[in-house]
């Protein structure tokens, strides 16, 4: 792995009003690394995928992508909150894969694989089709191509979701709960493709789920969350086999007992 | 007991349908404007853009407070002291498509707001422009929605045409007071202009009842 990280969290701090989500976060992930966030709720992990998303900003510190900041831009030799023309740029290398699956109902499944493609990335719609053609097979839905969304189940749905946001071509690809909307038979579909993509791409991911199992041979990293912290940062087997943190001990024997 | 004259109702018929024609021009050009305008409003409030937002929601509180009568009346009246001369017909329309824009835009904005919160996220994530977010995802969700309210709109306008005989546009109960001025018998001229309503307004809020049905009342 390159020594550059591809994320930088540094001092991050957001709040909700008076209620601190996260405060005085740091932390680093390098590029290609595959990055489980768990923690109860509430604990900030999905806030920290939707600051990376711009879907929310931060109060205090800064986050940057790739090297280029997310909500700031440097004007002058200072560092000024982004405008959206910014965010845009620097956007269009992180895709997000929402528990709802948000599809655009009005398009078919190839509209919404080709509408950003076309029209953020300028590929032509040739190019946009090859590109969702190639995509829907890999997800295995190539026969649904022509359908609507609302035509297709959850797991069906997610899978073109997650097609979606790898047709951009993303460098980092945050993954918010993508099974939890989900029926219990469909999941086991969703995490066998979100592991084939961890293993043939080099891209970088964040994850946020309660499927331990899953967190466990997909990720090279897990990151603890409790009250707005990292309370603890090990390899896998490390965090489920022996966690150090009394919290993380709780937490785990609470979702592994659940389930 | 009401004496009904047939063949002076079947005289008076034509010149009654070509007053009515007038009221379904205005009703029709008056609706293109006030959907067109309404959209407009609804965007600009939404996005927040600055300054015509504030603009925006002031025309639309002032407007919404005000009759629409007076409104055609200054349109008509007061515009030419200010050198614009409009025809009766062209500040009818204007004074119509205007004050249901106010109206228009508060149905548009529940269809906006209709749309989940997890489309615009979406597009965010896809970092699509603004104008593909307004046009290619909330718009084509929003309107289906909202198109019986829209239609109820229509209805409503259709039926406050008449006012416009106030700035001498002869729309088809100007037709009928014309008509009861020469002969003296108000009884045909408008009853039957009340008719000529009923024949349009009535199927077409059945039209949009059904409408209603398929895509589910706002």
Redesign the interface.
């Known amino acids: 792995m390159s020594s550059e990280p591809m994320i930088v969290f540094a001092g991050v701090e957001k709040r909700f009003g008076d209620n601190v989500v996260l405060s005085d976060l740091d932390f680093t992930v390098a590029p290609a690394e595959h990055v489980t966030l768990i923690g109860p709720s509430g604990s900030g992990k999905t806030t920290i995928l939707r600051l990376l998303?711009?879907?929310e900003k931060v109060n205090a510190g800064t986050i940057s992508v790739g090297g280029r900041y997310l909500s700031h831009m440097e004007k002058g030799g200072t560092l000024v909150p982004a405008d959206?023309k910014y965010s845009?740029e620097v956007?269009?290398r992180?895709?997000?894969v929402?528990q709802?699956f948000?599809?655009?109902?009005?398009?078919t499944v190839r509209g919404n694989l080709i509408?950003?493609p076309t029209?953020?990335l300028g590929l032509s719609k040739e190019e946009a089709n090859s590109r969702a053609v190639e995509l829907l097979d890999l997800v295995g839905l190539g026969e649904k191509i022509d359908e609507h969304p609302s035509r297709l189940s959850g797991g069906q749905q997610q899978r073109v979701a997650i097609a979606?946001?790898l047709a951009?071509r993303p460098d980092v690809l945050l993954l918010d709960e993508v099974t939890s909307a989900l029926d219990p038979e469909l999941v086991a579909g969703v995490l066998s493709l979100l592991r084939d993509i961890g293993e043939t791409t080099d891209i970088t991911i964040l994850c946020v789920t309660h499927e331990m199992g899953f967190a466990q041979d997909f990720s090279h990293r897990v990151m603890m969350f409790d009250g707005g912290k990292v309370i603890e940062d090990a390899a896998p087997d490390q965090m489920f086999s022996a966690p150090e943190h009394p919290r993380t001990k709780e937490f785990l024997a609470a979702v592994l007992n659940r389930s | 007991m009401i004496d009904w004259d047939w063949d002076y109702a079947i005289r008076i018929l034509p010149a009654l349908l070509g007053g009515l024609r007038v009221t379904v021009l205005a009703t029709l050009l008056g609706s293109v404007l006030a959907f067109a305008l309404g959209l407009v409003f609804a965007v600009v409030r939404r996005n927040r853009v600055p300054v015509l937002n504030q603009l925006v929601w002031g025309f639309v509180e002032l407007w919404r407070s005000t009759p629409l009568l007076v409104q055609a009346y200054l349109i008509f009246f007061v515009l030419p002291d200010v050198g614009v001369t409009l025809s009766p017909l062209t500040a009818g329309v204007l004074a119509l498509g205007l004050h249901y824009a106010c109206y228009t835009s508060e149905v548009y904005r529940a269809g906006i707001d209709a749309v989940?919160q997890?489309?615009w996220?979406?597009a965010?994530?896809?970092?699509?422009?603004?104008s593909?977010v307004w046009l290619?995802?909330v718009l084509?969700?929003a309107i289906p929605r909202v198109l019986p309210a829209l239609g109820n709109n229509v209805i409503s306008m259709f039926k406050e045409v008449p006012l416009l005989l106030a700035i001498t546009v002869v729309e088809v109960v100007a037709t009928a007071r014309q008509i009861t001025a020469g002969s003296f018998r108000p009884v045909e001229p408008f009853t039957m202009a009340g008719i000529l309503f009923l024949l349009i307004s009535y199927p077409a809020a059945i039209l949009i009842r059904r409408l209603e049905r398929r895509v589910g009342v706002l």
């Open positions: 998303m711009t879907l959206e845009r956007r269009k992180i895709g997000m929402f709802q948000n599809l655009f109902p009005n398009m509408e950003a029209r953020v979606r946001a951009m | 989940p997890g489309q996220e979406a965010t994530a896809l970092s699509l422009p603004t593909r290619g995802v084509p969700q």
